[in-house]
């Protein structure tokens, strides 16, 4: 069973790499083309991302009352 510290934990995460996906979206560009090394990393946050999100989905769905 996952802890409300981890739960924790995995939202402050999704919130970070939001944040960091967001500027490395918007800097992935150089006279039109993007790089190869930064559209790998977006794509690793994007996983990250999603298995934070169902992590907490689940947890949230287990505890409904859970803030």
Not at 5 to 14: A, M, S, Y
Not at 31 to 43: C, K, N
Request: aromatic content about 4%.
């Amino acid at each position: 069973m996952t802890d409300d510290g981890e739960i924790g934990w995995h939202k402050g995460q999704i919130a970070k790499d939001r944040a960091l996906l967001e500027q490395l979206e918007a800097g992935n560009t150089a006279g039109g083309e993007a790089f190869s090394e930064t559209q790998s990393e977006i794509d690793h946050l994007k996983a990250q991302i999603a298995q934070s999100e169902l992590i907490v989905a689940a947890y949230e769905k287990q505890h409904p009352d859970t803030p």
